[in-house]
């Protein structure tokens, strides 16, 4: 079990969390709980980073940081002894959950789980802090923002769970974000695939990093919210959101459990940027000159068009960004501007990326025509297009994020019937 920060902040709340994992517990279960820092809290810690020092040492940023989970893994067991369970915290650098040493972006490497599953055997609820790990020079280390998910589904893997359960504010996956289109649906299952690109796309229900490695690792994952009532049906009933193979959606689909569907979900991200470099040689290793210096900066560039046909061998090439490396993009490429050959770097930060996801356009025809057919009868421009097997995505204007996810929504048939 899993739970977010929206989840355990304040003692109230992790009072409903530790009533949860009792009922599971209750019902014969062993259990290992994973938890995040209190919403807010690791935001606050960073900035201590900054103002302590601008230039701060990511191994010690990390020593910051992974604090918030654990006062949050120690109070969760305090609350469940509180209700009368056997519980205790395993800190990262306890089990250990063995990572490699990129500080504040670390990954897991391999958990030691045969302390954990004998104290779990012995009926004891194992509380575990999120995010949180430690390298082979014994520091600790963090594994990037919303790294929670990615601990949850590490520790799973290593017990083999038979479900890793995320705890959140929402009580699944829905066909889009429901504070957009008030008639988006929830998904009683998405594929592995397609929750990669969701999550990749915008949709911030899991970290995507977790997904993968769930995919990877074939942890069966269940999104769904702790903000439950009493009489709430049990996670064992799945009520939440299923993310499973191909194998066992085609399954759903034959048990006529789940609608076979063309698109699955329509995400938006307001987070990137765009770079436009006019005039660049049209040659061999202009385009590799661009984007080099970004890659060894770890700068992610993620839509890329190159035009061609200017006259005088020359081309623009447009990408996107993170907004948060916009201005850090643009002064390595005016940096080498020489070496690049460019005339012009024009930048906006004013777009959204919009795409549409779904195993079903594999074999079918026409989802990207209809996407923008339905795009331009609302007058929204596209400015790039980017696809992958399952999935179309559009640059377009900012503003126009809202319009396009509802005129999407309903031309893809997503729309709840009422
Ligand atoms: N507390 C960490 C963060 O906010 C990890 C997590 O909650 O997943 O990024
Ligand atoms: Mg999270």
């Known amino acids: 079990m899993k739970f977010g920060g929206t989840s355990m902040a304040g003692t109230e709340r992790i009072r409903r969390v530790a009533n949860i994992v009792r009922a599971q517990a209750a019902r014969g279960d062993q259990v290992a709980v994973v938890v995040s820092a209190m919403a807010g809290e690791t935001d606050r810690l960073v900035n201590f980073c900054r103002e302590a020092n601008p230039l701060y040492d990511p191994a010690e940023y990390d020593v910051v940081v992974a604090s918030g989970e654990q006062v949050t893994s120690g109070l969760l067991a305090l609350t469940l002894q509180a209700l009368g369970c056997k519980a205790r915290s395993w800190l990262g650098w306890q089990l250990p959950i063995h990572t490699i040493e990129a500080h504040a972006k670390a990954r897991v490497e391999s958990i030691d789980s045969d302390a954990l599953i004998a104290s779990m055997e012995a009926g004891e ?247 923008f057919r339905a795009l331009s009868d609302r007058g929204i421009n596209i400015q790039a297009i980017s696809t992958s097997e399952i999935k179309i995505s559009v640059m377009i204007d900012e503003d126009e994020t809202e319009l396009a996810v509802r005129v999407l929504h309903t031309a893809y048939g997503l729309d709840a019937q009422d």
């Open 125 to 371: 609820i194992a509380v575990i802090p999120g995010f949180q790990g430690l390298s082979a020079d014994n520091r600790v280390t963090t594994l990037g923002r919303g790294g929670s998910d990615t601990s949850a589904v590490a520790v799973a893997a290593a017990i083999k769970a038979d479900r890793c359960d995320i705890y959140t504010d929402v009580d699944g996956v829905y066909t889009t974000d429901p504070r957009i289109v008030a008639k988006a649906k929830k998904q009683k299952a998405v594929t592995y695939e397609e929750m990669l690109e969701l999550a990749s796309v915008g949709a911030k229900v899991l970290q995507t990093r977790s997904v993968g490695l769930a995919m990877k690792e074939g942890v069966r994952v269940q999104v769904l919210s702790s903000f439950i009532g009493e009489g709430a049906p049990p996670a064992d009933d799945l009520p939440g959101t299923m993310i499973v193979s191909d194998e066992e959606m085609d399954e759903l689909v034959e048990k006529g459990l789940m609608e076979r569907q063309l698109v699955t979900g329509i995400a938006h991200d307001k987070n990137e940027a765009k770079i436009i470099l006019t005039r660049v040689p049209d040659r061999p290793g202009a385009v590799a000159n661009i984007f080099e210096p970004l890659a060894a900066a770890s700068i992610n560039v993620d839509m890329i068009i190159q035009n061609v046909g200017r006259d005088k061998g020359e081309t623009d090439v447009t990408f996107t960004v993170p907004q948060s490396d916009l201005a850090r993009a643009q002064a390595l490429l005016e940096d080498r501007r020489g070496e690049i050959g460019f005339n012009r770097i024009i930048t906006d930060s004013k777009i959204a990326k919009i795409s549409v996801v779904g195993v079903g356009m594999k074999s079918h025809a026409g989802v990207a025509s209809s996407m």
